[in-house]
């Protein structure tokens, strides 16, 4: 818990200076680009089209006389009805993949007519009114593409005179340039429930963009009972935000949960809590539950629920243990839910070796050449919080597969200080040939015995720097990115446009990797009564922490000697209760180099090395 302590105070000081000198980069700034073709877009939830209840009406665009088409704008590009499967669709974007698409799809290709387009304003609307008499709850799924890069507005509209139009928003939130294949689930209850007439409509407002395309519609008896995560969050540290992967010698614990639910139920629903389990493998570890129960949420409204992260209930993964966990939310509620299986979600993550990650998987791609002002030598890449001493050996990127075949990148690291981002390594220019690209690339920084060595409780920033601007001025390089994930994108990433720094919504696929080290074994030594844990951190500084165990009481003491064998701390630590224990060890006085611990319980002991670099 001190360390934790330590966290907090540290990471507040560098938070707020870290909020002072970036700002995030301006919409306009971002170029329209052609999608990568091996993007693997984000399923924004997993509900099947068909939600709950009977189906009123449904429709697959096989019978284009179900639709009228129109347009309120002169710029001649309207909806239509495509069978197409050309790739180029959208400028790159790409033909919808639903379930029925092969016998139609709804198409609105705003990238088409060109940056002349001027304003566009289209809709395809139901052809007959459908009547809803007797139904007090109704919704709408339809499976769909989207990808949006200016302001663009994508609605369903809902009219029950065929006049006059309420306008639902979908896709509100969507990351610029980015598609997204996923179900849409509406409850439209408040605007049509029990009416004998009622028209459904798409409608496409913006200025020359990408696309939208629909298919597979089906409306349905809507949930009376029905609350849903959006999503889920989990913080490191302080403001550390979340980590995919840690070393097992750079853990840290988990400051902060939170999760946005929805109620997309008919009625008002009480009493909503929220749970969380924490589980190594299939063990459950920890467990906590809210802040305080949520006395009500309205139909159709959304809020956060947060956890209860009191100091009594902070989880850390074990010290220097290769693990992978998952955190699983329940949100539950008086009333019995009739979805139940979209009120539970799970983030996971992994401690192993040497990898420092932020990235859950691969949903878009970026990098400076993405933006009006990117040159050659902008930079791309991830900040990160590292709370112990330890050596860096490389970074990672996934370069994607429309980076420019020849251009060249250096890898760099910086040190996120009080005033100033600090260069602390960078790698050789490396040049890109077609083996790199779609894929994984690794390059070890260029070291010299002391920078590689990071300091304690400091914030890095860790990316590559690009040039591609004399091979073609057209290309660019670019590395995968999450913009799906449980990110707070303003502590996770970061670009660098001349001198100018910002974040980004979206999570380079950067990784730093620290120097392997093959532990004496891994994870927890037995000896008989005692079991005893490597030190951490491992490189020392001026503390490091054992932690051991015994099965029954015992008088224990730790005697550490040098290299030569030279006693330099002899410690009784008394009298000690079966059960788990953690000595702080003051290595303040001690020179650099290699040391050897022994620790004794009773007749029981055990050897250990450390070592301690100033």
Partial sequence: M????????IATFSVSVFGQMVQQVPDYKLKKS?????????????MSTKAFGDTLWQNDFSNASDWVISNETSDNQNWVISTSTDPSIGYNTGPITSTT????????????????????????????????????????????????????????????????????PV??????????????NLNLSTYCANQPQVWIRFNYQGNWDYAWMIDDIYVIEAADNEILIEKSWATFSYRAGFYSMMPRRQVQPIITYKTAIFNNGNNDQTNIDLGIEVFKGTELMHTLGSTGVHAQLNSLLRDTIWGDTSFTTIFEPELDMRAD?????????????????????????????????????????????RYTDGVDGDFIGVRGYVPYSDTVASISCWITSNSLEGGSIIGRLYEVTSTDYVPVLETNMYDLDSTDLGGWLTLPYITDGVSELTADDAFYIWGIET??????????????????????????????????????DQVPMCRLNFKYVTPESVGTLNTNNLNVAQNFPNP??????????????????????????????????????????????????FESGIYFYTLT???????????VVK
């Fill in 2 to 9: 001190k360390k934790t302590l330590l966290f907090l105070l």
């Fill in 34 to 46: 052609h999608a990568v073709k091996d993007d693997v877009y984000h399923l924004t939830n997993q």
């Fill in 101 to 168: 698409a092969a016998n139609g799809y709804a198409l609105f290709d705003s990238d088409a007519v060109g940056t002349t387009a001027g304003t566009q304003n289209a809709h395809i609307t139901t052809a007959s009114p459908l009547d809803f008499t007797g139904v007090s709850g109704i919704a709408i799924t339809f499976q769909q593409r989207y990808r949006r890069w200016q302001t663009t507005v994508v609605s369903v509209g809902i009219s029950t005179d065929g006049t006059t139009w309420t306008y639902i």
């Fill in 171 to 184: 896709n509100v939130g969507v990351p610029m340039s980015t598609a997204i294949v996923d179900d849409i």
């Fill in 325 to 369: 966990y998952s955190i699983v939310y329940t949100v539950t509620q008086a009333e019995t839910d009739q979805m139940p299986l979209d009120n539970i979600d799970t983030l996971h993550f992994s401690v192993v070796d040497s990898v420092l990650a932020r990235d859950t998987r691969r949903t878009t791609y970026t990098g400076p050449a």
């Fill in 467 to 504: 040039y591609w601007q004399t091979v073609d001025p057209n290309g660019g390089i670019y590395v995968g990115a999450d913009n799906a994930g449980p990110h707070e994108y303003n502590y996770s990433s970061s670009l660098r446009l001349g001198t100018d720094w910002y974040y980004i």
């Fill in 540 to 589: 020392a500084n001026n503390n490091t922490e054992i932690s051991y165990s015994l099965k029954t009481s015992e008088n224990v003491s730790l005697t550490v000697t040098d290299i030569t064998g030279k006693a330099v701390a002899s410690i009784n630590l008394g009298k000690q209760n079966d059960g788990k224990h953690n000595y702080s060890l003051n290595t303040s006085n």
């Fill in 601 to 611: 319980a009773g007749n029981n002991s055990k050897n250990m090395k450390m070592t």
